[in-house]
Nanobody, 129 residues
Framework: HVQLVESGGGSVQAGGSLRLSCVAS????????MGWFRQAPGKEREGVAT????????YYADSVKGRFTISRDNARNTVYLQMTSLKPEDTAMYYC???????????????????????WGLGTQVTVS
């Protein structure tokens, strides 16, 4: 039974930071690429960041590039999203997701699309005021 459980959301003032975590279980973590998505009220879900199996390659949406950092700890089956310089427009429900990928896969815009992903968490709320 695959589970992705996010945590670390909360309320923060503009300019602040948060670190989201996502713990995976029920599948072989080291055969899956991971991603973070977000969905604000009334808007479509958008891809924010993605990372390959080894953690050596990442790709970001332009809206968060330079402010957010995705990383993973394969020993802990956990993927992180470090968010800095937060803005009110970053307010959203944040989801982690997983898709089976090759070790050598190149990441790009395609890896920020929902249809690339097989498994999803239930989300954690981030509110920036």
């Amino acid at each position: 039974h695959v589970q992705l459980v996010e945590s670390g959301g909360g309320s923060v003032q503009a300019g602040g930071s948060l670190r989201l975590s996502c713990v995976a279980s029920g599948y072989i973590f080291t055969t899956y690429c991971m991603g973070w998505f977000r969905q604000a009220p009334g808007k479509e879900r958008e891809g924010v960041a993605t990372i390959n199996i080894a953690g050596s390659r990442t790709y970001y949406a332009d809206s968060v590039k330079g402010r957010f950092t995705i990383s993973r700890d394969n020993a802990r089956n956990t993927v992180y999203l470090q968010m800095t310089s937060l803005k009110p427009e970053d307010t959203a429900m944040y989801y982690c997701a997983a898709f089976h990928c090759a070790a050598y896969v190149g990441l790009g815009t395609w890896a920020l699309r929902q249809n690339a992903y097989e498994y999803w968490g239930l989300g954690t709320q981030v509110t920036v005021s």
